[in-house]
Structure formats: structure tokens, C-alpha cells
């Protein structure tokens, strides 16, 4: 039976805030027997319906039970009859040929797995309601029937704005509509000038070998990071001499370690572990003690400064704890030189750089790009659609694209395999949109570990893409990996590690003051210049820690920094540091473009110098 300690802990670990506690813990559980659910059901059934109203505040209010009941009914009504329907889904080309006795050589709309890619008939990529290639998979629909996704009401209305030109841009994209052809043309001819691109090579190459590490790379990777943060922390002249932790002391000392959980579970007050450098210290773990503290924020494979005291030896009592490596640490002395490679035919002056770091305009998009009722992918023709009619300077376009937790592709339903999907769907559309566009436009892909045609390793290597004419334009990036576009540093990682860092951080803040939870889940990768700090990862993640240290390293602070996750989409200004020196990072979470059976969100940036005359937009489609 769930109990009110559960259900509130469940809630707490989601970020929400609980208004009336106990009434609202009272009807829940109620639910919960009821629905013979889980607490972590209820609360995964609360987020889809906070979801679903749009909710701005991460709160639960009394008042919300009863909107909620009627969605926990609906989701009962909804499983039972897909209980009772047994009913066996014939895929679109097995339907066809019965009822027509077509044979299976003779139309090409009905494909089986064909030899010759050019032999498939690819629609316009800009119309959400295009015929199906089918490759056999079962979507449960007749060809070329109107799709849930193309019957809705309205189209990319703005959901959040944040700039100058907040009023213009709603305007203009809440009457967005089909242009006519000389609109088009004139649209074409309007573009921006192209950006520059150079696109930082740190990051694992297609065709690498992975998972050959040993323990003993697993152990280095550690402890450099942890002797790197030290190192900064002593460079930056504002601290003592760093002491061993484990070491019996009356006097108020200085130490640098790495935080651990004591057991598999989550952190809590008594399973505190800080573990210190083994080369500088002795590399011992000792329990850590935060009651003095009324505020922090921690996690698993943070490193961290500690001031405090450990007069018995066994436990070492915090007064102070400092979270941010010093922003004198500009580069990694133990990593080679990042590889630059410029993808611009021409070569730049750099008075032409500077000029061209006034403004750079962005459309940010991450997959699924297909809904999962069908491998249509009409999610991504519109979003095509409107870069055609409002052309970006650079189009993001961040994993997955091909979906393994797609159904289908969870069942293996289709005849094609998953390299054939990504060509068609996904790489040719891209490819007419260029095309279309000209040589002003520029495509970046960015894979992810749902990528069922590519590597499953973290970090990941860029797609192996070669198009002709076009490789100039359409460019892959490793998994994180960071690029320069008009001098502004844009860095991007696609696991979702806002999500993995909130089950997993423990935090504690003054009563009354009102927090921003994911701004704080975001600026830990700045404060500890990783893409994924969170050490060990969960099992789900397949991390190679031979690749990491050099993969994952943020040398310095990016102008804007991606994070694509399942939590609610946001763009935030995060600022790192304090005073003047202070370094200010635009993080943008776009959500995601495809949400279920409906359309999702994706961001419109223009960032011109610095995040103070920044314009941005959450578009929903």
C-alpha cells in the first residue's frame, strides 16, 4: 500500500512542490488504491497531465485532484479497451494486396524491401499529410489517410518568449500560414547571409573502437578530474592549502573531492561520501556531514571544495562547500588541442569573423521527429516547411532520428532497415531543403543514443555523412560536441542529463525562497565543466570512460549550451561566476518535436553578441 512518505518523496524527486500537503497526499493516496497504482505511477500520470495543461509552476494544487481523477479514468478506459480489442493489425501493404490482388512487383506504393533506393517514391518533404512508404511496417492506417498529426487546429503558436522582439515574433507566428509561390521565392532570395562553422574535433570519429577500456582507465579518468578541479581551486589564489579530509584535525581546513553515495540508493543525509585525490591525498573516503549548510546542491560524481573540520578522523563536518571550479581554468593541460576544422569553402578574414559576429539566427529541434503512430516523420516535414518560410541561418537538428523506442521499431515491423529509414526520411528531406534554399542555409545532426542506425557508446561519434556538393552545408557532430557559428560557442549534449541529475540530486534551500530547479540542473555542467558530471551513470547509459575525459570536457563557458530533455522546455540565462567576471551561457532545452501522437515544441534563437539582445521563441507545431 503507498504511503504518504512515498508518494510525497516521489513527488519531490519529479521537482514538484506540494501546495495543501496533506490533503493532497490524502486523495492521492486514495488513487492509488483505487487504480492499484504505484506512487511512482501516480506521480509519472502526474506529469503527463501537468504536461498537457501547459503548466508553468511546478506545483500540485488541491484544486487540480479533481482535472487529474478525470485523467486517471480516462487512462484506465483507454488500456482496458486496448485490452479487450484483440485485434490483429495487418500492415498496409498486406491489407492492400488481399482486397485488391495486386501483386506485390507492380505498385510502388506498396514496397517490400527493394535493392534500389532510387526506385522509392519520396513526397514532398514540406506536406505533413504525404503518402506512406510503408516498408512494410503496420501504422494501422490506409495509405495516404489523414493523420491525428495533420487534422490540427492551429499551428505553430508561440508557447514562451524571451527578448526584445517578444510581441513582433508572436504576432507573426500565430497567422503563420502557407505562403504563395512568390512569397517563396522572394523569402529565398531574402536569406541571411551564411554563417561561418567550425565545428571543435574533440569528440570520438565514426568507425572508432569502444568499450576496451579497463579498470584502471576508469580509475584515471577520475582522478584527473578530480586533480584538474584542485588544481583550479589552488591556481585561483582565493583558498588554503588543500588537506587530506581523512586526516584527524582541530583547525578549520580546505579540501577538494568528489561526491559519492555510501550504497546503490539515493543521497541522503547519512550516505554523504567524500572521496579525495589519491595521487595528492590518500585517496580515502570519509563520511560527509551538511547540517551546518542552509543551502547546497549536490550529486553523485560532483567535485566539490569543502571547508570544514574532521577533529576525530571519521567524519568531516562542513562549513562551507563550493560547487564552481574556478573560471581561471581556461584549458585542459592534460587533453591535445581541440581540432578545428573549418567548414566554409571560402577562407575569412578575421575583420569579416568580427563583423559577422553581430547576430546569428538559429532554429533548435530535437527528435523523436515522427509520431508514434506511424513512421511518416510528419513532424519533421513541418518543421522544414517553416525554416523554408522563415530561413534560419543554421538549422539544429538533434536526436533521435530514427527512434528505438519507436513501436515499430521496438517490434521490427518494418522491411527496411534502419540506415534506408534515416537516407529517405530523414537525410533526404534535409537534403531537398537545401537545396531548395541554397548555399546560405546550414544543417547541423547531432545523433543520440535512441538512434537505432547509429553506435550505442557515450560519447558518441558524428553520423558518417557524405553528400555531394552539400557537405559544406550539412554537417554531423559528435555526442556532446561544440561548434563556433560567427564566432559564438554553441555546445550540445543529447542525453538527456537534466532528467538523469534530477532523480539523483540531493539539494536543500532556505524556507520562503522561491528556486529555479532546472536552471540549477543546467548550471551544474558549467560549474563542473563536464557534459555529464553525474558519476557513476546509470546503468542505461553505455559509458566509456576511455572516451570521456577528453569527450565530455567543457574548456570554457559555451555562449549557448543545448540540452534537449523530456522535462518541460525552457531558455534560461544562466550566469556562472560573480561580479563582473561573471560568465553568462544561454541554455535552451527545445523540448521535444514530436510528443506521443501530437506535435511538440521546438526554439527559435537569434543571438546577436552577447544573451542581453537575445530574442527567443518556444514554438509549438
Given at each position: 500500500?503507498?504511503?504518504?512518505?512515498?508518494?510525497?518523496?516521489?513527488?519531490?524527486?519529479?521537482?514538484?512542490?506540494?501546495?495543501?500537503?496533506?490533503?493532497?497526499?490524502?486523495?492521492?493516496?486514495?488513487?492509488?488504491?483505487?487504480?492499484?497504482l504505484?506512487?511512482?505511477?501516480?506521480?509519472s500520470?502526474?506529469?503527463?497531465?501537468?504536461?498537457?495543461?501547459?503548466?508553468?509552476?511546478?506545483?500540485?494544487?488541491?484544486?487540480?485532484?479533481?482535472?487529474?481523477?478525470?485523467?486517471l479514468?480516462?487512462?484506465?478506459?483507454?488500456?482496458?479497451?486496448?485490452?479487450?480489442?484483440?485485434?490483429?493489425?495487418?500492415?498496409?501493404?498486406?491489407?492492400?494486396?488481399?482486397l485488391?490482388?495486386?501483386?506485390?512487383?507492380?505498385?510502388?506504393?506498396?514496397?517490400?524491401?527493394?535493392?534500389?533506393?532510387?526506385?522509392?517514391?519520396?513526397?514532398?518533404?514540406?506536406?505533413?499529410?504525404?503518402?506512406?512508404?510503408?516498408?512494410?511496417?503496420?501504422?494501422?492506417?490506409?495509405?495516404?489517410?489523414?493523420?491525428?498529426?495533420?487534422?490540427?487546429?492551429?499551428?505553430?503558436v508561440?508557447?514562451?518568449?524571451?527578448?526584445?522582439?517578444?510581441?513582433q515574433?508572436?504576432?507573426?507566428?500565430?497567422?503563420?500560414?502557407?505562403?504563395?509561390?512568390?512569397?517563396?521565392?522572394?523569402?529565398?532570395?531574402?536569406?541571411?547571409?551564411?554563417?561561418?562553422?567550425?565545428?571543435?574535433?574533440?569528440?570520438?570519429e565514426?568507425?572508432?573502437?569502444?568499450?576496451?577500456?579497463?579498470?584502471?582507465?576508469?580509475?584515471?579518468?577520475?582522478?584527473?578530474?578530480?586533480?584538474?578541479?584542485?588544481?583550479?581551486?589552488?591556481?585561483?589564489?582565493?583558498?588554503?592549502?588543500?588537506?587530506?579530509?581523512?586526516?584527524?584535525?582541530?583547525?578549520?581546513?580546505?579540501?577538494?573531492?568528489?561526491?559519492?553515495?555510501?550504497?546503490e540508493?539515493?543521497?541522503?543525509?547519512?550516505?554523504?561520501?567524500?572521496?579525495?585525490?589519491?595521487?595528492?591525498?590518500?585517496?580515502?573516503?570519509?563520511?560527509?556531514?551538511?547540517?551546518?549548510?542552509?543551502?547546497?546542491?549536490?550529486?553523485?560524481?560532483?567535485?566539490?571544495?569543502?571547508?570544514?573540520?574532521?577533529?576525530?578522523?571519521?567524519?568531516?563536518?562542513?562549513?562551507?562547500?563550493?560547487?564552481?571550479?574556478?573560471?581561471?581554468?581556461?584549458?585542459?593541460?592534460?587533453?591535445?588541442?581541440?581540432?578545428?576544422?573549418?567548414l566554409?569553402?571560402?577562407?575569412?578574414?578575421?575583420?569579416?569573423?568580427?563583423?559577422?559576429?553581430?547576430?546569428?539566427?538559429?532554429?533548435?529541434?530535437?527528435g523523436?521527429?515522427?509520431?508514434?503512430?506511424?513512421?511518416?516523420?510528419?513532424?519533421?516535414?513541418?518543421?522544414?516547411?517553416?525554416?523554408?518560410?522563415?530561413?534560419?541561418?543554421?538549422?539544429?537538428?538533434?536526436?533521435?532520428?530514427?527512434?528505438?523506442?519507436?513501436?515499430?521499431?521496438e517490434?521490427?515491423?518494418?522491411?527496411?532497415?534502419?540506415?534506408?529509414?534515416?537516407?529517405?526520411?530523414?537525410?533526404?528531406?534535409?537534403?531537398?531543403?537545401?537545396?531548395?534554399?541554397?548555399?546560405?542555409?546550414?544543417?547541423?545532426?547531432?545523433?543520440?543514443?535512441?538512434?537505432?542506425?547509429?553506435?550505442?557508446?557515450?560519447?558518441?561519434?558524428?553520423?558518417?555523412?557524405?553528400?555531394?556538393?552539400?557537405?559544406?552545408?550539412?554537417?554531423?557532430?559528435?555526442?556532446?560536441?561544440?561548434?563556433?557559428?560567427?564566432?559564438v560557442?554553441?555546445?550540445?549534449?543529447?542525453?538527456?542529463?537534466?532528467?538523469?541529475?534530477?532523480?539523483?540530486?540531493?539539494?536543500?534551500?532556505?524556507?520562503?525562497?522561491?528556486?529555479?530547479?532546472?536552471?540549477?540542473?543546467a548550471?551544474?555542467?558549467?560549474?563542473?565543466?563536464?557534459?555529464?558530471?553525474?558519476?557513476?551513470?546509470?546503468?542505461?547509459?553505455?559509458?566509456?570512460?576511455?572516451?570521456?575525459?577528453?569527450?565530455?570536457?567543457?574548456?570554457?563557458?559555451?555562449?549557448?549550451?543545448?540540452?534537449?530533455?523530456?522535462?518541460?522546455?525552457?531558455?534560461?540565462?544562466?550566469?556562472?561566476?560573480?561580479?563582473?567576471?561573471?560568465?553568462?551561457?544561454?541554455?535552451?532545452?527545445?523540448?521535444?518535436?514530436?510528443?506521443?501522437?501530437?506535435?511538440?515544441?521546438?526554439?527559435e534563437?537569434?543571438?546577436?553578441?552577447?544573451?542581453?539582445?537575445?530574442?527567443?521563441?518556444?514554438?509549438?507545431?
Amino acid at each position: 500500500m503507498a504511503t504518504n512518505e512515498e508518494i510525497k518523496k516521489e513527488f519531490s524527486r519529479s521537482g514538484f512542490a506540494l501546495v495543501e500537503e496533506d490533503e493532497i497526499l490524502e486523495r492521492c493516496v486514495t488513487l492509488c488504491i483505487n487504480y492499484s497504482l504505484k506512487p511512482s505511477e501516480l506521480v509519472s500520470s502526474w506529469e503527463l497531465y501537468h504536461l498537457n495543461r501547459q503548466s508553468i509552476d511546478q506545483t500540485v494544487k488541491n484544486d487540480e485532484m479533481d482535472g487529474f481523477l478525470l485523467h486517471l479514468q480516462n487512462q484506465q478506459k483507454e488500456s482496458i479497451m486496448k485490452e479487450e480489442s484483440g485485434l490483429h493489425i495487418y500492415s498496409n501493404r498486406d491489407v492492400d494486396m488481399l482486397l485488391d490482388g495486386i501483386p506485390e512487383d507492380t505498385e510502388d506504393d506498396i514496397v517490400s524491401t527493394p535493392t534500389n533506393k532510387s526506385q522509392r517514391l519520396l513526397p514532398d518533404p514540406f506536406d505533413s499529410i504525404s503518402k506512406s512508404r510503408d516498408y512494410g511496417y503496420s501504422t494501422g492506417k490506409s495509405v495516404g489517410h489523414v493523420t491525428p498529426f495533420g487534422q490540427r487546429g492551429q499551428k505553430f503558436v508561440v508557447r514562451f518568449n524571451i527578448g526584445d522582439a517578444a510581441a513582433q515574433a508572436e504576432n507573426g507566428d500565430n497567422n503563420d500560414v502557407e505562403n504563395s509561390e512568390d512569397d517563396m521565392i522572394i523569402k529565398k532570395v531574402l536569406t541571411r547571409r551564411r554563417c561561418s562553422l567550425k565545428v571543435n574535433g574533440v569528440g570520438p570519429e565514426p568507425g572508432c573502437r569502444f568499450m576496451y577500456y579497463r579498470t584502471e582507465d576508469r580509475f584515471d579518468s577520475l582522478e584527473k578530474r578530480i586533480v584538474r578541479h584542485a588544481d583550479a581551486f589552488a591556481a585561483s589564489g582565493l583558498y588554503e592549502e588543500q588537506v587530506d579530509p581523512a586526516v584527524a584535525s582541530q583547525r578549520s581546513i580546505f579540501s577538494v573531492g568528489m561526491i559519492c553515495c555510501d550504497g546503490e540508493g539515493f543521497l541522503n543525509d547519512k550516505s554523504i561520501l567524500l572521496q579525495s585525490s589519491a595521487e595528492r591525498t590518500s585517496g580515502q573516503r570519509v563520511p560527509l556531514d551538511l547540517n551546518r549548510l542552509n543551502q547546497f546542491s549536490i550529486f553523485p560524481g560532483q567535485i566539490v571544495g569543502i571547508e570544514g573540520q574532521n577533529p576525530s578522523g571519521h567524519y568531516f563536518t562542513a562549513s562551507k562547500l563550493l560547487d564552481t571550479v574556478p573560471l581561471t581554468l581556461t584549458a585542459d593541460v592534460d587533453l591535445p588541442p581541440a581540432k578545428k576544422q573549418n567548414l566554409d569553402q571560402e577562407v575569412l578574414t578575421l575583420a569579416e569573423e568580427s563583423r559577422e559576429k553581430s547576430e546569428v539566427s538559429f532554429i533548435i529541434a530535437s527528435g523523436p521527429f515522427t509520431t508514434l503512430d506511424n513512421l511518416l516523420f510528419e513532424p519533421l516535414s513541418e518543421l522544414l516547411a517553416h525554416a523554408k518560410r522563415k530561413p534560419p541561418q543554421l538549422l539544429l537538428l538533434l536526436g533521435p532520428f530514427v527512434d528505438s523506442n519507436h513501436p515499430e521499431i521496438e517490434k521490427g515491423a518494418v522491411d527496411a532497415n534502419f540506415s534506408e529509414i534515416f537516407q529517405v526520411e530523414v537525410i533526404r528531406r534535409v537534403q531537398e531543403y537545401v537545396e531548395f534554399m541554397g548555399s546560405e542555409v546550414r544543417v547541423v545532426l547531432v545523433p543520440s543514443l535512441r538512434d537505432a542506425n547509429h553506435d550505442f557508446i557515450f560519447p558518441q561519434p558524428p553520423f558518417d555523412i557524405h553528400i555531394p556538393d552539400l557537405e559544406h552545408q550539412i554537417t554531423s557532430l559528435s555526442n556532446p560536441g561544440t561548434f563556433e557559428a560567427n564566432q559564438v560557442k554553441v555546445g550540445c549534449c543529447t542525453v538527456d542529463v537534466l532528467k538523469q541529475l534530477s532523480v539523483e540530486e540531493m539539494s536543500r534551500n532556505p524556507s520562503g525562497v522561491p528556486t529555479d530547479r532546472l536552471g540549477r540542473l543546467a548550471s551544474h555542467l558549467l560549474r563542473q565543466r563536464s557534459f555529464y558530471p553525474l558519476y557513476p551513470p546509470p546503468e542505461s547509459l553505455p559509458y566509456d570512460s576511455k572516451l570521456a575525459p577528453q569527450a565530455l570536457q567543457i574548456s570554457s563557458i559555451p555562449d549557448i549550451l543545448l540540452l534537449p530533455s523530456d522535462m518541460k522546455y525552457f531558455v534560461k540565462v544562466l550566469s556562472i561566476g560573480e561580479g563582473e567576471d561573471a560568465a553568462k551561457c544561454v541554455c535552451v532545452n527545445p523540448g521535444r518535436l514530436a510528443k506521443g501522437e501530437g506535435a511538440g515544441t521546438f526554439v527559435e534563437l537569434t543571438y546577436k553578441g552577447d544573451p542581453e539582445s537575445m530574442h527567443a521563441s518556444v514554438i509549438s507545431i
